[in-house]
């Protein structure tokens, strides 16, 4: 089945600072690439997503790139906020009715 | 537009007694369901998907079940509850195309 590892763990930037999440993938057939954020206590939520016949998305500050050859993506925070202040979760799929696997999260806080 | 409702949202249970989750979705049809824990500070671990009535798949063995008695309601149960058990339940739902998975709230178990 597919794995799904993620780093850092946890991360730690200045305010107006960019932070970058890095995932890699397994499974060659995954196509589809989500990234969650999870507030304290609270559910993930979808922030972008991407799927393989894409390099690059961008949304604002948020931006994810794929690189398929070499089975990694990335999450991009731009000028980040303490808003931006959570655990950020990776995940691979195809589309049918497998799961999702979600990487390990990544912890980030962002100090004012 | 569509829902996904989880009840409890919190709960304190003492070691060995049994467990039942809940969850239902609004606003799809034949939607894939699954059940998800999170322990303190961890990720996301995959504990049981379905993709339709009566069918259910265990990712994960425990003493943990799971039932799906109609389409969009989706059941977690334990006969006898573990200290081990304890932490974030979450029950997310998927379309069978590539897309997003959606949580509900969560369910917060501790048991004593």
């Known amino acids: 089945g597919e794995n799904v590892e993620q780093h850092p763990s946890t991360l730690s930037v200045q305010e107006g600072d960019s932070a970058v999440i890095k995932c890699t993938y397994s499974?060659?057939?995954?196509?589809?690439f989500p990234w969650y954020k999870q507030e304290l206590g609270k559910r993930p939520q979808l922030i972008i997503d991407?799927?393989?016949?894409?390099g690059e998305k961008k949304d604002q500050r948020i931006a994810v790139t794929l690189n398929k050859t070499a089975k990694h993506f990335s999450l991009h925070i731009t000028e980040t906020q303490p808003e931006d202040s959570a655990v950020y979760f990776c995940?691979?799929?195809?589309?049918?009715?497998?799961?999702?696997?979600f990487g390990s999260g990544t912890r980030l806080q962002v100090q004012p | 537009s569509q829902t996904i409702h989880q009840w409890p949202a919190t709960l304190v249970q003492p070691v060995g007694s049994p467990l039942s989750l809940e969850c239902t979705v609004e606003?799809?049809?034949?939607?894939?369901l699954y059940w998800y824990r999170q322990a303190a500070g961890r990720g996301l671990q995959l504990l049981f998907y379905?993709?339709?009535?009566?069918?259910i798949s265990s990712e994960v063995p425990q003493n943990l079940s799971a039932s799906r008695p109609q389409d969009r309601q989706f059941i977690l149960s334990s006969k006898k509850l573990l200290l081990s058990d304890s932490g974030f339940y979450l029950c997310?739902?998927?379309?069978?195309?590539?897309?997003?998975?959606?949580f509900g709230q969560g369910t917060r178990l501790t048991v004593v």
């Open positions: 379905s993709v339709g009535i009566g069918q």
């Open positions: 606003g799809t049809s034949n939607p894939n």
């Open positions: 499974d060659s057939a995954s196509n589809y």
């Open positions: 995940a691979a799929g195809t589309g049918g009715r497998r799961a999702l696997t």
């Open positions: 991407i799927r393989s016949n894409v």
């Open positions: 997310a739902w998927r379309q069978t195309s590539n897309t997003e998975a959606f």
